[in-house]
């Protein structure tokens, strides 16, 4: 009997605005965290792998010595973007 009084007193109408007003909150914290994760995830990997393409694709025919080279000659030659 205790267990069905406590339920019926949970659902209903006796959920406050602001507790609703949380869930918003909470749903667009997370809305935002993703975009801040997926920028970072842009701005940071997105160079490495350019790197390790151009590194891959060049196969060993001596264009650069190694990673590092690679990155300075890119930035040299194209500049930041």
């Known amino acids: 009997m205790a267990a ?3 339920t019926q007193k ?3 109408s ?3 605005p602001h507790q609703d007003m949380a869930t ?3 749903r667009i914290a997370g809305f935002a965290a993703g975009i801040a994760s ?3 995830k ?3 990997g997105h160079p490495f792998d ?3 393409i151009r590194c891959q694709v060049e196969g060993g025919h001596g264009r650069f010595k190694g990673p590092l080279d690679c990155l300075v000659s ?3 030659q194209e500049g930041p973007r």
Do not use: P
Request: glycine fraction near 8%.
């Open 38 to 40: 997926g920028a970072t």
């Open 74 to 76: 890119t930035v040299r």
């Open 14 to 16: 006796d959920v406050q």
């Open 4 to 6: 069905q009084t406590a």
């Open 10 to 12: 949970t659902s209903g």
């Open 42 to 44: 842009l701005f940071v």
């Open 24 to 26: 918003a909150r909470d």
């Open 50 to 52: 350019t790197v390790k």
